[in-house]
T-cell receptor, first 110, second 111 residues
Framework: DAEITQSPRHKITETGRQVTLACHQT?????MFWYRQDLGHGLRLIHY???????NKGEVSDGYSVSRSNTEDLPLTLESAASSQTSVYFC?????????FGPGTRLTVL | AQSVSQHNHHVILSEAASLELGCNYS??????LFWYVQYPGQHLQLLLK??????LVKGIKGFEAEFIKSKFSFNLRKPSVQWSDTAEYFC?????????FGTGTRLQVFP
């Protein structure tokens, strides 16, 4: 079955370290998204991509970057992790008007 | 840009009670609206969506939502909740190709 996966599912890192969260989908969807979920804020869009070599900033993009070298993957990089980036991160891809979400990555920055 | 408000942050119900969760979006015109559910420890799943046509939309697991254009609302309803409905519920509106989410409503259902 086609699916969307994220790795790792849990990560603990230290302030200042570079961290990359992986997102892989097998649906061949062009559109992919990264969100962070925080209590009281719901889901906020970090970055998104409409296809290979296309990336766009979302609502809360500071401190994050993405790259899209193929259709299946959209890795999210925290250039220098900060405690404020402790959160649950969700990747999603979309076909038409519906987004499909991955299982999430819980990131803790100490 | 669009925004979404969910005024009920935490709802506690007993099994068999009726449920209504509020959702309001910021401005009119053509809107695509969604309700997603996140069960404990799981990822978000689509409950239902509205694009056009009949303003009463039926989704999975007995949920429905009514689009009321004059009130900018898309409230989620279920006539009789079950313990297994305990989850967080998110309303979302489509803005170009992106989804704008509300802050979510945590529903706890007690047996």
């Amino acid at each position: 079955d086609a699916e969307i996966t994220q790795s790792p599912r849990h990560k603990i890192t230290e302030t200042g370290r570079q961290v990359t969260l992986a997102c892989h989908q097998t649906w061949n969807h062009n559109n992919m998204f990264w969100y962070r979920q925080d209590l009281g804020h719901g889901l906020r869009l970090i970055h998104y991509s409409y296809g290979v070599q296309d990336t766009n900033k979302g609502e809360v993009s500071d401190g994050y970057s993405v790259s899209r070298s193929n259709t299946e993957d959209l890795p999210l990089t925290l250039e220098s992790a900060a405690s404020s980036q402790t959160s649950v991160y969700f990747c999603a891809s979309s076909w038409g008007d519906t987004q499909y979400f991955g299982p999430g990555t819980r990131l803790t920055v100490l | 840009a669009q925004s979404v408000s969910q005024h009920n942050h935490h709802v506690i119900l007993s099994e068999a009670a009726s449920l209504e969760l509020g959702c309001n979006y910021s401005y009119g015109g053509t809107v695509n609206l969604f309700w997603y559910v996140q069960y404990p420890g799981q990822h978000l799943q689509l409950l239902l969506k509205y694009f056009s046509g009949d303003p009463l939309v039926k989704g999975i697991k007995g949920f429905e939502a009514e689009f009321i254009k004059s009130k900018f609302s898309f409230n989620l309803r279920k006539p009789s909740v079950q313990w297994s409905d305990t989850a967080e519920y998110f309303c979302a509106v489509k803005d170009t190709d992106k989804l704008i989410f509300g802050t979510g409503t945590r529903l706890q259902v007690f047996p």
